[in-house]
């Protein structure tokens, strides 16, 4: 493969609309408002088409959740002493949520190398750095 010259890094060469993912035709309103919502807040090379599937299953898991969430705050998580059915549809999209999210680089743990990670910590303080100062003539109390 040929390298490529400095000027010809330098030109910013915008990606063209149609490498961008978009949700289906049949997608209704709701979602496709989600999908785009969530372009538009991640950088602009972080998706290509070919996640498109699977960024509209999670607005569909996302959008699920909540009208769950909205169905139990309404009638409560126990409905006529039984646990309401709104309460494992909510947990089933949570979970499909969680790991489209950890597919599709959402979740902050899957943004971040381990290295990065490591680097960017701050560091804390030993324990021994925290305890006070012992002598050998002091007395430890035994227990």
Same mark, same amino acid.
Request: charge should be positive; glycine fraction near 4%; charged fraction near 25%.
């Given at each position: 493969m040929p390298r490529r010259s400095v000027a010809s890094l330098a030109l910013a060469r915008p990606e063209p609309?149609?490498?961008?993912? &978009?949700?289906? *035709?049949? #997608?209704? #309103? $709701?979602?496709r408002r989600l999908f785009t919502a969530i372009l538009a807040e991640v950088p602009r090379d972080h998706f *290509?088409?070919? $996640? %498109?599937?699977?960024?509209?299953?999670?607005?569909q898991s996302t959008l699920l #959740? &909540?009208?769950s969430y909205a169905e139990l705050a309404k009638t409560g998580p126990v409905v006529d002493g039984k646990a309401s059915p709104w309460v494992a549809i909510l947990e089933k999209a949570h979970r499909s949520s969680a790991v489209l999210a950890g597919k599709l =680089?959402?979740?902050?743990? #899957? =943004?971040?190398?381990? =290295? /990065?990670? %490591? =680097?960017?910590? /701050?560091p804390h303080p030993s324990i021994y750095d925290l305890m006070p100062d012992i002598d050998d003539d002091d007395e430890v109390p035994r227990g």
């Open positions: 609309a149609a490498l961008l993912p &978009r949700p289906s *035709k049949e #997608a209704p #309103a $709701d979602i *290509k088409a070919v $996640d %498109g599937h699977l960024l509209e299953q999670y607005c #959740a &909540r009208q =680089r959402l979740a902050p743990a #899957a =943004r971040m190398s381990s =290295r /990065t990670a %490591g =680097r960017n910590a /701050t």
